[in-house]
């Protein structure tokens, strides 16, 4: 079945319309919208979709686009691509950089988008050589961690078929030509935490009658630092980040208030919920031990869940992109610490469903060459990852990205 399905998916993105789908990529790349915002995004993919033969819908979950695809007895297959782009200056010096001041497709939801768009056609087009159904979903808000679930409670599920199975991707950084499955836990959890320190505001001259959070903030932001190193145990996987501080407004003026604003990464439940307390913990000690009027208000935010890949599904998978792109392009690196909003798809009332998620990795060879290292992961570290202003992948991953979604397909529609 492997072979087979490897093989029809040669065949069927042998002739790709390459120049047409990297003038999308452009197009998208030139022109980013930002979460549950993409409504030029998600209109050009649903109008190539409907142009496909899809049955089509727009608005699902706000800004998203689901389209279907019967052909006759089979399974259902579910194809995601996220759509929206971020609050992030380009740097890239790209002649089709973003024309939006302040936003840029700094994660490469564009290139998800034109992968979706090239295999939704490519399948269509070779329904001769499969048989069950197709379920396209361009998907708002991942950014956010909003869409997926967005999506879900919008009826995805009772206005289309429940699908049999998941597939999704995402653009990394890494030599193009490899292709990163993990059979297990792939990404992170993620959860956003506010918190807000109540001082007392008044004159610089005069901090003698202030309860200054400013002071207070900086204690807390060093003393945060400390979760990590100092309460979970080596053998845990956590990130916490402080990503922003807010307060003040002018040299001379001691603010009554200062916002941190802070993310966590973990890989389970119980080491998520050991960091928030830790979290309030802290936050709580550093105003109490500066006199702050009132406790600080700590809370916790956006929320992504693991992404868990179904072992079966994903060796499935795995095994017919080995067809396709050769030995040695298929590797397990182990869980990233990044999230995804991607697995709030698999939620249903009969129970979790069955989804491979995996990494094309898309840094042009010139910016991979002239990275300093000696290995592959001391180049990875130093070329310019997801979320970076230069980041920026190579336009030669437009054929292999739409080939991993429709080989992935075909490896349950080939029969």
């Given at each position: 079945?492997?072979?087979?399905?490897?093989?029809?998916?040669?065949?069927?993105?042998?002739?790709?319309?390459?120049?047409?789908?990297?003038?999308?990529?452009?197009?998208?790349?030139?022109?980013?919208?930002?979460?549950?915002?993409?409504?030029?995004?998600?209109?050009?993919?649903?109008?190539?979709?409907?142009?496909?033969?899809?049955?089509?819908?727009?608005?699902?979950?706000?800004?998203?686009?689901?389209?279907?695809?019967?052909?006759?007895?089979?399974?259902?297959?579910?194809?995601?691509?996220?759509?929206?782009?971020?609050?992030?200056?380009?740097?890239?010096?790209?002649?089709?950089?973003?024309?939006?001041?302040?936003?840029m497709h700094a994660c490469?939801?564009?290139?998800?988008?034109?992968?979706?768009?090239?295999?939704?056609?490519?399948?269509?087009?070779?329904?001769?050589?499969?048989?069950?159904?197709?379920?396209?979903?361009?998907?708002?808000?991942?950014?956010?961690?909003?869409?997926?679930?967005?999506?879900?409670?919008?009826?995805?599920?009772?206005?289309?078929?429940?699908?049999?199975?998941?597939?999704?991707?995402?653009?990394?950084?890494?030599?193009?030509?490899?292709?990163?499955?993990?059979?297990?836990?792939?990404?992170?959890?993620?959860?956003?935490?506010?918190?807000?320190?109540?001082?007392?505001?008044?004159?610089?001259?005069?901090?003698?009658?202030?309860?200054?959070?400013?002071?207070?903030?900086?204690?807390?932001?060093?003393?945060?630092?400390?979760?990590?190193?100092?309460?979970?145990?080596?053998?845990?996987?956590?990130?916490?980040?402080?990503?922003?501080?807010?307060?003040?407004?002018?040299?001379?003026?001691?603010?009554?208030?200062?916002?941190?604003?802070?993310?966590?990464?973990?890989?389970?439940?119980?080491?998520?919920?050991?960091?928030?307390?830790?979290?309030?913990?802290?936050?709580?000690?550093?105003?109490?031990?500066?006199?702050?009027?009132?406790?600080?208000?700590?809370?916790?935010?956006?929320?992504?869940?693991?992404?868990?890949?179904?072992?079966?599904?994903?060796?499935?998978?795995?095994?017919?992109?080995?067809?396709?792109?050769?030995?040695?392009?298929?590797?397990?690196?182990?869980?990233?610490?990044?999230?995804?909003?991607?697995?709030?798809?698999?939620?249903?009332?009969?129970?979790?469903?069955?989804?491979?998620?995996?990494?094309?990795?898309?840094?042009?060879?010139?910016?991979?060459?002239?990275?300093?290292?000696?290995?592959?992961?001391?180049?990875?570290?130093?070329?310019?990852?997801?979320?970076?202003?230069?980041?920026?992948?190579?336009?030669?991953?437009?054929v292999p990205g739409v080939?991993?979604?429709?080989?992935?397909?075909?490896?349950?529609?080939?029969?």
């Amino acid at each position: 079945m492997t072979s087979a399905a490897a093989r029809t998916a040669l065949d069927l993105t042998a002739d790709l319309p390459v120049p047409a789908l990297e003038d999308l990529y452009r197009d998208l790349h030139r022109h980013p919208e930002l979460s549950l915002r993409e409504h030029r995004t998600a209109a050009a993919l649903a109008g190539r979709l409907r142009a496909a033969g899809y049955e089509t819908a727009e608005g699902v979950g706000g800004t998203g686009v689901a389209a279907l695809l019967r052909n006759g007895e089979g399974p259902t297959v579910l194809l995601r691509a996220d759509m929206d782009a971020l609050p992030v200056t380009e740097e890239t010096g790209l002649p089709y950089a973003s024309e939006r001041d302040g936003v840029m497709h700094a994660c490469g939801h564009d290139l998800h988008v034109t992968w979706l768009t090239g295999a939704a056609e490519a399948l269509a087009a070779g329904r001769d050589t499969w048989s069950g159904t197709l379920l396209v979903v361009g998907q708002p808000a991942e950014e956010t961690g909003e869409g997926a679930a967005l999506m879900v409670g919008d009826g995805l599920y009772e206005r289309f078929p429940r699908p049999d199975v998941l597939l999704g991707q995402h653009a990394a950084p890494g030599p193009v030509g490899l292709y990163a499955h993990s059979p297990g836990l792939i990404m992170s959890a993620s959860t956003d935490i506010d918190i807000v320190v109540h001082g007392r505001g008044g004159h610089g001259s005069r901090p003698e009658s202030t309860v200054d959070p400013v002071v207070t903030a900086a204690y807390l932001v060093t003393r945060l630092q400390t979760v990590v190193s100092r309460e979970i145990a080596a053998r845990e996987p956590a990130v916490l980040t402080v990503g922003r501080i807010e307060a003040g407004t002018r040299h001379n003026i001691i603010p009554a208030e200062a916002r941190v604003e802070l993310n966590i990464r973990t890989q389970s439940d119980e080491v998520r919920d050991r960091m928030i307390a830790a979290i309030r913990r802290i936050a709580a000690g550093e105003c109490a031990s500066a006199g702050c009027p009132r406790e600080p208000d700590v809370t916790v935010g956006n929320t992504f869940p693991v992404t868990v890949n179904d072992p079966e599904t994903d060796h499935r998978v795995a095994a017919v992109h080995g067809r396709v792109f050769g030995a040695g392009t298929i590797l397990d690196p182990g869980p990233a610490m990044g999230s995804e909003d991607f697995a709030q798809l698999a939620e249903h009332e009969g129970g979790r469903l069955p989804y491979s998620y995996w990494f094309v990795t898309s840094t042009p060879a010139d910016v991979w060459d002239a990275a300093p290292g000696t290995d592959l992961m001391e180049k990875f570290a130093a070329v310019p990852g997801n979320h970076s202003p230069h980041f920026a992948p190579d336009l030669s991953t437009v054929v292999p990205g739409v080939r991993t979604l429709v080989s992935g397909a075909l490896a349950y529609l080939v029969h």
